[in-house]
């Protein structure tokens, strides 16, 4: 029997609306041995059973698992039935067996029903990253569901979720294979059609940003006979997409060194490397003297805010990477610029641009508002995890 959490008279609305966090200010009281990372029953204040969740402590108390006076305690058919529901999605968004593409996300955390657990998958390894303590401990439960549902399609299972799970909640977290090993070789993932070498093992996040698939290729449809330059490319992904499309020339800046490896090892794999070149520097710094240089301009920065209290200087940070942008294109340049702060909505994120805009003193338009791919759904119950907004702006 698990522990269970009674909520406050009134505190109960949210989860019959299916929303799935219960905050901390919204428990009356526990009862039974309450352990970060274990599964809880939520009752509201008369005893009804609302559903169970991982419990952890915290503004966000308990994640929500499964709804209802029918909800039970997660076992292997449960684990099994989320994964499939979420493969089957994926099929009918003909992102598996495809001959074009073998990366997508296979589950987004809340959009697929699973807070707090991040599943990509490159080629035949599964890439598992847990960001609660109740993912954590349920990764072998996990693993063996992927098998099940995976089946011959997986051949290795990567568990990077040391640099995502709560520190204290597994201070002594290490990233490995759950199953398989590794190969030593270079990895080698498809997506419409373009190569990339992907790092999961030690790169950022699982090892590439398959968020921006859809947006690469909106670019791909612009870039042809362009001045291309892509900033804080990471692996170099909109850079690819721009080679392969025809631009003129291809730039690509980052701060960090591998990242740089990376992004000129995949423009090898794109055979069209002679019109790449390659800056380990500062956005900042390497913006200042490009006037004119480049008509189409990608600025994709990490995120500026993972918490409210930083939202205001994220915004102030938009706007100053937007004016350098804004200033810095050709006149009749397009501007893909990207926010993927969660708590910026597109709203303010639409604001502090409009903002760059007026400080530049360059007329602009929007053309397109972009978002994150359909593997990375959005709960309609659940509004907050849609963290990627973009906008492709036309700079006179």
Same mark, same amino acid.
């Given at each position: 029997?698990?522990?269970?959490?009674?909520?406050?008279?009134?505190?109960?609305? %949210?989860?019959?609306?299916?929303?799935?966090?219960?905050?901390?200010?919204?428990?009356?009281?526990?009862?039974?041995?309450?352990?970060? +990372?274990?599964?809880?029953?939520?009752?509201?204040?008369?005893?009804?059973?609302?559903?169970?969740?991982?419990?952890?402590?915290?503004?966000?108390?308990?994640?929500?698992?499964?709804?209802?006076?029918?909800?039970?305690?997660p076992d292997a058919a449960f684990w099994e039935q989320k994964l499939r529901n979420a493969y089957q999605l994926r099929q009918r968004l003909g992102l598996t067996g495809t001959g074009n593409t073998n990366v997508y996300r296979l589950i987004h955390a809340e959009g697929d029903g699973l807070p707090g657990l991040i599943i990509d998958v490159y080629g035949d390894t599964a890439v598992v990253q847990a960001h609660s303590a109740g993912m954590y401990k349920a990764r072998p439960l996990i693993a063996a569901a992927l098998q099940v549902v995976l089946g011959e399609n997986l051949r290795a299972i990567y568990d990077k979720s040391a640099e995502t799970v709560p520190a204290k909640a597994a201070p002594d977290a290490q990233n490995g294979?759950?199953?398989?090993?590794?190969?030593?070789?270079?990895?080698?993932?498809?997506?419409?059609?373009?190569?990339?070498?992907?790092?999961?093992?030690?790169?950022?996040?699982?090892?590439?940003?398959? *968020?921006?698939?859809?947006?690469?290729?909106?670019? =791909?449809?612009?870039?042809?006979?362009?001045?291309?330059?892509?900033?804080?490319?990471?692996?170099?992904?909109?850079?690819?997409?721009?080679?392969?499309? +025809?631009?003129?020339?291809?730039?690509?800046? *980052?701060?960090?060194?591998?990242?740089?490896?990376?992004?000129?090892?995949?423009?090898?794999?794109?055979?069209?490397?002679?019109?790449?070149? =390659?800056?380990?520097?500062?956005?900042?710094?390497?913006?200042?003297?490009?006037?004119?240089?480049?008509?189409?301009?990608?600025?994709?920065?990490?995120?500026?805010?993972?918490?409210?209290? =930083?939202?205001?200087?994220?915004?102030?940070?938009?706007?100053?990477?937007?004016?350098?942008?804004?200033?810095?294109?050709?006149?009749?340049?397009?501007?893909?610029?990207?926010?993927?702060?969660?708590?910026?909505?597109?709203?303010?994120?639409?604001?502090?641009?409009?903002?760059?805009?007026?400080?530049? +003193?360059?007329?602009?338009?929007?053309?397109?508002?972009?978002?994150?791919? =359909? *593997?990375?759904?959005? %709960?309609?119950?659940?509004?907050?995890?849609?963290?990627?907004?973009?906008?492709?702006?036309?700079? *006179?």
């Amino acid at each position: 029997m698990s522990a269970t959490l009674t909520l406050k008279p009134g505190k109960d609305q %949210s989860l019959r609306r299916l929303h799935p966090w219960v905050f901390s200010g919204a428990i009356a009281r526990m009862q039974g041995e309450v352990v970060e +990372g274990e599964v809880v029953s939520v009752l509201a204040a008369n005893g009804e059973l609302l559903g169970v969740g991982h419990y952890a402590p915290g503004s966000i108390a308990v994640r929500m698992l499964d709804f209802g006076t029918e909800a039970q305690l997660p076992d292997a058919a449960f684990w099994e039935q989320k994964l499939r529901n979420a493969y089957q999605l994926r099929q009918r968004l003909g992102l598996t067996g495809t001959g074009n593409t073998n990366v997508y996300r296979l589950i987004h955390a809340e959009g697929d029903g699973l807070p707090g657990l991040i599943i990509d998958v490159y080629g035949d390894t599964a890439v598992v990253q847990a960001h609660s303590a109740g993912m954590y401990k349920a990764r072998p439960l996990i693993a063996a569901a992927l098998q099940v549902v995976l089946g011959e399609n997986l051949r290795a299972i990567y568990d990077k979720s040391a640099e995502t799970v709560p520190a204290k909640a597994a201070p002594d977290a290490q990233n490995g294979y759950l199953l398989g090993e590794s190969t030593g070789q270079e990895h080698v993932v498809e997506e419409n059609g373009h190569r990339f070498a992907v790092d999961w093992e030690t790169g950022q996040k699982t090892g590439f940003f398959i *968020d921006q698939r859809d947006n690469r290729a909106l670019l =791909a449809r612009y870039a042809p006979g362009r001045r291309v330059l892509n900033t804080f490319c990471y692996t170099g992904g909109f850079s690819v997409y721009a080679l392969q499309a +025809g631009a003129e020339l291809v730039h690509s800046v *980052d701060s960090s060194k591998k990242a740089i490896e990376l992004t000129n090892r995949n423009a090898e794999l794109s055979g069209l490397q002679e019109k790449h070149e =390659a800056y380990a520097q500062d956005v900042f710094s390497f913006l200042k003297d490009r006037h004119n240089q480049y008509d189409l301009i990608v600025l994709d920065p990490p995120a500026f805010a993972k918490h409210l209290s =930083a939202r205001h200087n994220a915004l102030m940070g938009y706007k100053r990477l937007n004016v350098a942008g804004i200033k810095q294109i050709a006149p009749g340049g397009l501007l893909f610029t990207f926010s993927c702060s969660q708590v910026v909505s597109m709203e303010l994120f639409e604001g502090a641009i409009m903002a760059a805009a007026i400080e530049a +003193g360059r007329p602009a338009r929007i053309l397109h508002r972009l978002t994150q791919p =359909a *593997d990375h759904p959005v %709960s309609l119950f659940h509004p907050e995890g849609e963290y990627l907004k973009g906008l492709v702006l036309a700079v *006179d």
